[in-house]
């Protein structure tokens, strides 16, 4: 508890506080950082106590409530808490721990990741990427690879795959002629975007279907997605699930080329690459 000063702070606070804050404090304690990631409601329901009640714990904490202690929780960096926490290594291990664990986190994450796209939700994606009138991808400071990948791969399947551009001119413009017909792939993942999350909502306003991957503890824009993909815990590795949706991407990208018969398209291409 010595290396996170909010879990410390919860502690400390612990042997004051009333009944039902005491509560909450000990599903925060107990599945930390995880509890404080959903809403309050969940949170209550989880400590057997009101809305309210929670929401007083923070006030009494010196947060801006529950919003301002989530915002804390998702500002500990998971590299750092990686690396101060113990290793669980290999008996006899001395160098390298670290680099064992993270090797086994990731094989678990995969593994939890893969398990969490089943047959069905591929194929449904794979419908949307194959008919839409256009795709746009966008994520967040590290997610935008993933989208990137996805925009590299599928525009070599099929025309009118698009990045949302940067700008916020150039952004407007693009969901100015957004419609029914078009297709948004948002990669959402904690710290969740502001910008992601503004281009998403102007574009459903415009009627256009949504396609969201994002974490455990769901991006705020989980209530506007047609289609949900929502990572495991376990997929949240100590900087950032980078290859976890990268995986998800690769077997969405294998479902489309499946529906697209792109080998055509991918002959004409791969000859103007060598002209050009």
Known sequence: MENDPIKAKLGAAYPDLPPGERAVVRVLLDDHPFAALGSLRALAERAGVSPPTASRLFDRLGYAGFADFQAAVRDRSRLLEFVTRAPTAPAGATA?????????????GLEGTLAAVPEQLCQTVAALLADARTVWALGGPLSELAAEYLVR????LRPGVHRVPEPAYARARTVLDLSGSDLVVAYDFRRYSSA?????????????????VTDAWESPLAAEAEVLIRLPREAAGPIAPLAHEIAVTE???????ARLAPAGRLADLDALAQTL
């Not at 077997?251 to 080329?257: E, F, I, N």
């Open 196 to 212: 992601t999350a503004r281009f998403v909502r102007a574009a459903r306003a415009r009627d256009a279907r949504l396609v969201l």
């Open 251 to 257: 077997l969405l990208l294998v479902a489309a080329a």
């Open 96 to 108: 390298g721990a670290q680099v064992w664990q993270a090797a086994q986190d990731l094989r678990a």
């Open 153 to 156: 791969q599928l525009s070599g």
